[in-house]
């Protein structure tokens, strides 16, 4: 919620690197695939899903999510509103 952080990880950092390489050392990735696994092996997700696709569009939801409390006049009440978003769509991933 800092904004000289929220610079420099949202702005800086992609426009000094270029997108490319600041999507390879973004290490939210294997994060997300290892969760992911993990929810599959457990049962929690299905074994259809196809989770490493899954895992960079999960990357892509969580980098929006990040400008869209960053840019937002209250932060503090988009970030509540982006958490429940999110988890709406993580809910939808679980098995019946």
């Known amino acids: 919620m ?3 952080i929220q610079r420099i990880a949202l702005i ?3 426009a000094v690197l270029g ?3 600041w999507r390879e050392l973004d290490y939210t990735l ?3 695939q290892g969760a ?3 929810l599959q ?4 997700i299905s074994p259809d ?6 895992a960079h569009l999960l990357r892509g939801v969580a980098n929006e999510a ?4 960053a840019s937002a006049p209250d932060a503090p009440s988009e970030r509540r509103r982006v958490g429940d978003a999110v988890g709406a769509i993580l809910e939808g991933l679980r098995t019946r």
């Open 2 to 4: 800092d904004p000289s």
């Open 12 to 14: 800086d950092t992609p």
């Open 19 to 21: 997108w490319e390489r």
């Open 30 to 32: 294997d994060l997300l």
């Open 36 to 38: 992911l696994a993990g």
């Open 41 to 44: 092996e457990g049962g929690d």
């Open 49 to 54: 899903v196809p989770t490493d696709e899954l």
């Open 66 to 69: 990040s400008q869209m409390i």
